[in-house]
T-cell receptor
Framework: GIQVEQSPPDLILQEGANSTLRCNFS?????LQWFHQNPWGQLINLFY???GTKQNGRLSATTVATERYSLLYISSSQTTDSGVYFC?????????????FGQGTTLQVKP | DAGVTQSPTHLIKTRGQQVTLRCSPK?????VSWYQQALGQGPQFIFQ???????QRGNFPDRFSGHQFPNYSSELNVNALLLGDSALYLC?????????????FGEGSRLTVL
């Protein structure tokens, strides 16, 4: 089955710093989503981005489907950005809406 | 616009017991998927319900079963609970008309098995 690898596994930033999170996947995908899991466990949708580039405030994401990776950019980080960031994909061969998740990147932003 | 809602938020059970978790999808959505998230891991797909039928299933034993009602809400049942079933159970909803459309998750039900 498809492999989804996220890097780095852990990241510590000072407030105001910028960061880039990476998601590599081993096969073609129909769907790619980025989520932020808050301390209470809820997965918050950040981007639905099977290809191309999107921006939402201080966050932006780029997926290069032909090269099988996606990047999540966080600019001017704030302490509220802390938490776990997940990349999840729906493989092209599956095309069913079933998401395969990476292991996540745990981000800690210090004041 | 109501999002995905789950209940209960927390519960504690003992080994061998049975548990039922509930989910109401986001308004306009007709498909419900369930995921299990163990501590420190990414969510794992359990199964998906559409048109009141189980359409897909992940690598979970038959102790895990579900149901979808005509109003699209869903239940997850786990029988003969094991310690390893302790996890956060997440419900996600989507619109089947767009097969690979965006999924939205609820806040989860945190199950502890003692």
């Amino acid at each position: 089955g498809i492999q989804v690898e996220q890097s780095p596994p852990d990241l510590i930033l000072q407030e105001g710093a910028n960061s880039t999170l990476r998601c590599n996947f081993s096969d073609s995908v129909n769907n790619l989503q980025w989520f932020h899991q808050n301390p209470w466990g809820q997965l918050i949708n950040l981007f639905y981005i099977p290809s191309g580039t999107k921006q939402n405030g201080r966050l932006s994401a780029t997926t290069v489907a032909t090269e099988r990776y996606s990047l999540l950019y966080i600019s001017s980080s704030q302490t509220t950005d802390s938490g776990v960031y997940f990349c999840a994909v729906d493989p092209f061969s599956s095309n069913t809406g079933k998401l395969i998740f990476g292991q996540g990147t745990t981000l800690q932003v210090k004041p | 616009d109501a999002g995905v809602t789950q209940s209960p938020t927390h519960l504690i059970k003992t080994r061998g017991q049975q548990v039922t978790l509930r989910c109401s999808p986001k308004s306009g959505h007709d498909t419900v998927s369930w995921y299990q998230q163990a501590l420190g891991q990414g969510p794992q797909f359990i199964f998906q319900y559409y048109e009141e039928e189980e359409r897909q299933r992940g690598n979970f034993p038959d102790r895990f079963s579900g149901h979808q009602f005509p109003n699209y809400s869903s239940e997850l049942n786990v029988n003969a609970l094991l310690l390893g079933d302790s996890a956060l159970y997440l419900c996600a909803s989507s619109f089947r008309g767009v097969l690979t459309g965006e999924l939205f998750f609820g806040e989860g039900s945190r199950l502890t098995v003692l």
